[in-house]
């Protein structure tokens, strides 16, 4: 089992998500698909598969593969808005692993992860667009030497560590004149709902990336605004997501995991 941290999750919003009239029913289909587009430092040693869906690192030792990052999308996967007064729904984004193996020298300290997203109807396409993540990445001894305690918790070989965080923000969106907050909530691991957790040495590490949408009263309309539509969305753009937790790692000769 992964040692999880239980703390209460932040709101995290990244990116830029771009919508089209949602004039249909309240049910949808959502898809969605990810790259990895960037990773801090660029330089680290063996960095490679930016631009696809899988980003590696780290020089290995002994046969075994090198760590990385992976990241898999949903297909067709149902959405029902919710009713006036109806608890919020969540929806899974896709799966992030973070594939653990022992390497030397340092590895990333964060990567960004492109999620594009669709968002279906009986009409066609209703909601189409991309968002941001930044997954911060503490990257530990495996042995740290006698008495001294694993870097992120846990015991030897010591786990690294991943976060996904940033400011909190709300979006809305209007559909058949309702208001809805859009959030990204973080990870789900082992259904505990989390900002961060530890990963293993030698395994794969897999944790759901989850979204909740709530229904709101409508915004108030002042007076010196004209009143909106009300098909139309506003305020959907995200904000970028800013890793700002990593710390950065010395740089080391000995192998890390």
Not at 23 to 51: F, I, K, M
Not at 85 to 93: D, H, K
Not at 101 to 130: C, H, K, N, Q, W
Not at 147 to 164: F, M, R
Request: a negative charge; aromatic letters at 8%.
């Amino acid at each position: 089992m992964l040692a999880i941290s239980r703390r209460l999750v932040p709101t995290i919003i990244g990116g830029a998500l771009c919508a089209s009239l949602l004039t249909s029913a309240q049910a949808a289909v959502l898809t969605t698909s990810g790259v990895w587009t960037a990773a801090e430092p660029g330089n680290a040693v063996g960095l490679n598969g930016l631009g696809s869906d899988q980003l590696r690192w780290g020089l290995t030792y002994g046969g075994n593969p090198q760590s990385g990052y992976g990241f898999q999308g949903v297909t067709g996967s149902a959405i029902t808005l919710p009713t006036a007064g109806g608890a919020p729904v969540l929806f899974e984004i896709g799966t992030f692993t973070h594939y653990n193996r022992p390497i030397y020298y340092d590895s990333i300290d964060s990567a960004t992860l492109s999620v594009a997203f669709e968002l279906g109807g009986p009409g066609g396409s209703l909601m189409a667009g991309s968002l941001d993540f930044v997954f911060g990445h503490l990257e530990t001894l495996n042995y740290p030497g006698r008495g001294v305690s694993c870097e992120a918790g846990g015991v030897a070989p010591c786990p690294d560590l991943v976060e996904i965080s940033g400011a909190a923000a709300t979006q809305y969106f209007i559909a058949e004149g309702m208001t809805y907050r859009y959030d990204v909530i973080g990870f789900l691991v082992d259904g505990i709902p989390t900002s961060e957790f530890l990963t293993e040495e030698y395994r794969d590490n897999s944790a759901i990336l989850m979204g909740q949408i709530t229904r709101q009263p409508p915004p108030p309309v002042t007076t010196n605004l004209p009143a909106p539509n009300s098909l139309a969305l506003f305020g959907l753009g995200l904000a970028g997501l800013a890793w700002t937790g990593v710390r950065q790692s010395q740089r080391r000769t000995r192998p890390r995991s």
